[in-house]
């Protein structure tokens, strides 16, 4: 069964209303490895052979974190500057996370209808996120859609209760080996159903 390794990233976890509710689902999910960026590394000092070592042992590595300025927040550009070594991760020598799957759990403030040609943020998620696409790529990695809570400054209870039984749903698949096989789908969510069951 593949492993999961969710790094976690979120500067003020205790403002949270969002993620902090997500995780609690990861206790009942023993095949994914939670790692929380801010909380190991306070000072931005990665210990770069733990985290190459991380990787080496799991075979999904999911980026999960609230959007921030169309991106994620800065730990994980640190993470990705440090960890990501050429000769290690990519290059023509660099071939250890050659095959792994690899994608984005992000939450945003905006709505779903925003991020759209015609929306106020003008591009996609997916058009957003092209850094860690293309970047999980020269790695020699799968990139997979994102699973994306949108909508987050307006959202009631129990449409937070509605995304917490999807990021459920989709860890448990993944680490099930069901990753989606539409890699272009613009994001997970779409190719899960109430059945638990990927569409496509
Ligand atoms: C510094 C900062 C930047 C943000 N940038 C964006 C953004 O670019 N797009 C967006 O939709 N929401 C943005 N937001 C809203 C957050 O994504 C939102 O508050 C978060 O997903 C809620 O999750 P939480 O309850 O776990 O904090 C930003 C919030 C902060 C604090």
New binding site residues.
């Given amino acids: 069964m593949p492993r999961l390794l969710l790094l976690f990233a979120?500067p003020?976890l205790e403002?949270?209303?969002?993620?902090?509710r997500l995780i609690r689902e990861l206790k009942s999910i023993p095949q994914v490895t939670f790692h929380d960026l801010y909380e190991a590394y306070p000072d931005f000092n990665i210990d770069i052979a733990t985290e190459q070592q991380l990787l080496l042992s799991h075979d999904i590595i999911a980026f999960q974190h609230?959007?921030?300025?169309?991106s994620a927040p800065a730990i994980i550009k640190q993470w990705m500057d440090l960890v990501l070594e050429h000769g290690w991760a990519y290059g023509s020598e660099g071939r250890m996370l050659e095959g792994k799957k690899a994608l984005n759990i992000i939450?945003?403030?905006?709505p779903r209808h925003v991020y759209a040609p015609e929306g106020r943020n003008r591009f996609t998620y997916r058009q957003f996120l092209a850094p860690f696409e293309q970047s999980v790529r020269l790695c020699k990695m799968d990139y997979l859609p994102p699973f994306v809570?949108p909508g987050?400054?307006r959202m009631e209870q129990q449409d937070l209760e509605t995304f917490a039984a999807l990021y459920r749903q989709a860890l448990i698949l993944l680490t099930a080996g069901n990753a989606p096989t539409d890699p272009g789908a613009e994001l997970l969510n779409d190719q899960l159903t109430s059945s638990g069951i990927l569409t496509h």
Wanted: charged share 15%; net charge positive.
């Fill in positions: 979120h003020a403002k949270s209303r969002i993620h902090k609230p959007f921030y300025w169309y939450s945003s403030g905006g809570v987050t400054h």
